[in-house]
């Protein structure tokens, strides 16, 4: 399994877990509250759905909506398909959450960790966000040094790039450093004091600690298949 499916498989699993969906909501979930997966393709959706079944992590269950309940008998298709987690689904996403090797913070999977942060205890937070901070301290360190041999060779414009980038590795370690504070001061995002895993705002509409990035710019059309 590439690590590109195993952080889709992580993230529906985390999805599902707050609640049941059809595939075509666990779809824009993960477009638009999961910046992470907007450019991903929805053809590798269903993929990672039928092996998540087949592993016993989901069940198909029909849809029981109203507008399900109607559209059955007016369009003749079946009413679309909800996928639950099963006990072992809970299970096993809840073993990958407390995972805190160098996969959890590498540039690939960070930001899929992060937005399930209100679901993880607070050691593996502080682990992951300190190897995350590690990482990037290392890689600051190495631009620098690659900027300091290079400077005379480049052009203004390339030379612009590098200082942009070198500026975004700073501004997001100087962004960890604040959240590691909190997290020793034992606050949440929001402040308070909490001694168990960060409180999702429900307030705002975020998921799993990260803020919902608005709705899909595309148009919603009406999902045909039964997912």
């Known amino acids: 399994m590439s690590r590109r499916s195993g952080i889709l498989e992580f993230a529906v699993l985390g999805l599902l877990r707050e609640s049941p969906m059809h595939g ?16 991903f393709s929805y053809g590798t959706l269903y993929p990672c759905l039928k092996t998540l079944l087949a592993n016993g992590w ?8 109203s507008e399900d309940a109607l559209a059955a ?13 099963t006990a072992e689904g809970k299970e096993h996403f809840e073993q990958l959450l407390s995972q805190t090797g160098p996969d959890a913070y590498e540039d690939e999977t960070f930001a899929a960790r992060f937005a399930f942060f209100g679901q993880t205890s607070r050691d593996v937070r502080m682990r992951v966000l300190e190897g995350r901070r590690s990482r990037l301290e290392e890689r600051l360190e190495k631009m620098r040094a690659s900027l300091a041999r290079t400077r005379e060779r480049l052009d203004d414009y390339t030379l612009e790039l590098q200082r942009h980038g070198m500026e975004s590795v700073e501004r997001e370690v100087r962004w960890l450093n604040e959240l590691i504070e909190s997290e ?28 919902r990035t608005g ?8 999902d045909d298949t039964a997912t």
């Open 24 to 39: 075509y909501e666990l779809r824009k979930r993960l477009n638009t509250s999961l910046g992470v997966f907007r450019a």
């Open 58 to 65: 989901l069940i198909e269950e029909p849809g029981n909506t």
């Open 73 to 85: 008998p007016l369009t003749g298709r079946r009413a679309k398909i909800v996928y639950r987690l």
């Open 184 to 211: 020793r001061a034992g606050r949440d995002l929001k402040g308070s004091a909490t001694g168990g895993p960060a409180q999702q705002d429900t307030t705002s509409g975020t998921t799993g600690g990260l803020p």
């Open 215 to 222: 709705d899909d710019p595309r148009p919603d059309t009406p």
